[in-house]
């Protein structure tokens, strides 16, 4: 049975390669000549294929796997470097904001009573930084706290 054969049954069997390093003997005393093993296994019946497939066979097709899939591996390796970048060079930009931020004193506090809601006294207040730039757009908390504590200013803040 040709493996190529196998293969364009439908649903009948399911063809694997298996790429080895060494020569290893086949069930049923065939050696294997190559570097490479094909199985084909049907999924109804209990029957299973193995071809040995010959070293030349074996390099083409990783060669021609590493053709077929290098544009999408170098792609997809391109696509993070550029995420990356821009996530680095957004963070250091905030924290060249938060700089300047700091000496323009765009940093003002926020207090939060704290009700009992049992009886709706006021039992305290919390006190909440918030940074509000100069064309009156805000910059989350969640955003500069972390920046200011990795980078040794939470203390000035």
């Known amino acids: 049975l040709d493996i ?6 439908d649903e009948r069997f399911q063809v694997q390669m298996v790429l080895r ?6 069930p049923g005393g065939a050696p294997a000549t190559g570097d ?13 294929v193995r071809v040995a497939v010959a070293p030349a066979l074996a390099s083409a097709y990783r060669a021609d796997a590493w053709r077929h899939y290098a544009p999408f591996i170098l792609l997809a390796a391109l696509l ?3 995420l990356a970048h821009l996530f680095c060079r957004r963070r250091l930009s905030l924290v060249g904001d938060m700089y300047r931020a700091m000496r323009a004193r765009e940093f ?17 207040v919390e006190a909440l930084v918030r940074w509000q730039r100069p064309d009156r757009s805000q910059v989350r908390p ?12 939470i203390g000035d803040l």
């Open 108 to 124: 003002h506090m926020v207090y939060q009573p704290i009700i009992h809601l049992d009886t709706g006294e006021c039992r305290g």
């Open 36 to 48: 490479g093993v094909a199985v084909a296994a049907s999924a109804r019946f209990p029957v299973e």
């Open 80 to 82: 993070a470097g550029y």
């Open 142 to 153: 969640d955003i500069f706290i972390p920046l200011a504590e990795d980078n040794g200013m």
């Open 21 to 26: 390093q060494s020569q290893r003997q086949l």
């Open 4 to 9: 190529q054969q196998a293969a364009s049954y």
